[in-house]
């Protein structure tokens, strides 16, 4: 099992309208200075739904669209250059340390406390505040920490009843079911090259993960219902950060009850009774797999900092996209690290994701910069 942490606490999860716990506007002139964690549509995802106003820069831009669509490109590609590093050498690190302690939900739960234990280094450090929250706010952070451990558990047991391959192929699936999401909940509206860049996105991986395709029908629902909770992980992820918590607030809240989650997850399964039988005979005498569990966490944690900071600048469907040209990327590593053998037409599913990831990241610059333009 490939530790979900590198997917955000992403990477590697009901409709979440978080607006819901946001306070209401007290009149219709402050409705322009809505969070789209108050709108109950998606409104800052609409271009030029109203006047554009002034920012305090002195330019013209319009309050109303999407935050990803007002963070500048080289910063996108920035933060998405350093999250495809940190994820890829956090798959290398999970694959070696599994390779030789295969205790999945204990190096989840690693993460988690990694992840919990570096938040609270940094805000005693003063880099990072926390607000005081309301009631509401706990119980909003504390159901999505639940959504990420349900998610992890959903996926590790529905692999136990399909193929690796048929596992890859559904998870395709989840910028669609991104999509889905933001239209139907949120209003959220796309273009026709967006929905076009999905197919080459899709079909590349289908192609690049061709193989064995075996499911049971119980694997098959499992697999699928996993599929909807990584997409509304990662929108919920998005509404959260984009709204009245910040990357760093929302990691700082929500990883210690992650972290117990996991743990007793990890009990439930028997990888406690398990682990203390393994270290009784030496598995983890070695110095050199200290290190590399003590380099994991920090891999972790630091990954877990730039992938909610890349959803927030790039978006959820970027991200759901980034997850499908991760599965080629990761096929591509396992061949110049492992020696893995793929054939012709794998070879050639990895070049058609990659092509649909550039033509998927044109149609959001054009997008970005025809929703930057003020309206005539």
Request: glycine letters at 6%; hydrophobic letters at 45%.
């Amino acid at each position: 099992m490939e530790s979900r942490m590198s997917t955000p606490l992403s990477q590697s999860d009901s409709s979440e309208k978080f607006d819901d716990y946001s306070e209401k506007m007290s009149s219709e002139s402050d409705h322009s200075k809505m969070s789209p964690v108050d709108s109950p549509r998606d409104l800052e995802a609409q271009a030029f739904l109203g006047d554009a106003n002034q920012t305090e820069a002195g330019s013209t831009v319009p309050q109303q669209v999407a935050h990803e669509h007002r963070t500048s490109f080289s910063t996108k590609l920035a933060f998405l250059v350093v999250y495809f590093f940190l994820n890829l050498t956090l798959t290398v690190s999970n694959k070696a340390i599994l390779g030789s302690v295969r205790f999945p939900w204990l190096l989840t739960t690693l993460h988690a406390s990694a992840t919990s234990i570096g938040c609270f280094a940094l805000m005693g450090m003063g880099y990072l505040e926390v607000k005081r929250l309301n009631t509401r706010e706990t119980l909003v952070l504390t159901a999505f920490s639940f959504l990420f451990t349900l998610n992890i558990a959903i996926s590790n047991v529905s692999l136990a009843a399909v193929s690796v391959p048929f596992h890859q192929i559904m998870r395709s699936l989840c910028p669609i079911c991104t999509i889905a999401i933001y239209r139907l909940v949120y209003g959220r509206t796309y273009s026709k090259e967006t929905y076009i860049s999905m197919i080459p996105l899709i079909l590349g991986v289908a192609l690049a993960t061709a193989g064995d395709y075996y499911a049971t029908l119980i694997g098959f629902l499992l697999t699928a219902l996993g599929v909807v909770l990584a997409a509304i992980k990662t929108v919920a992820t998005n509404r959260l950060i984009t709204g009245k918590f910040s990357p760093m607030e929302v990691l700082l809240l929500m990883s210690p009850l992650a972290a117990m989650q996991c743990a007793v997850y990890a009990f439930a399964n028997g990888e406690v009774a398990a682990v203390r039988i393994a270290i009784a005979d030496g598995a983890f005498s070695s110095p050199m797999l200290g290190y590399g569990l003590a380099a994991n966490a920090c891999i972790a944690f630091a990954l877990n900092i730039v992938s909610f900071q890349t959803n927030k600048v790039a978006g959820a469907l970027t991200i759901s996209v980034c997850g499908n040209v991760k599965q080629a990327l990761t096929i591509m590593l396992g061949i110049v690290l492992f020696h893995v053998h793929v054939g012709l037409v794998n070879g050639f599913g990895m070049i058609v994701t990659l092509g649909g990831a550039a033509y998927y990241s044109k149609v959001e610059l054009d997008t970005k910069r025809s929703k930057s333009q003020p309206k005539k």
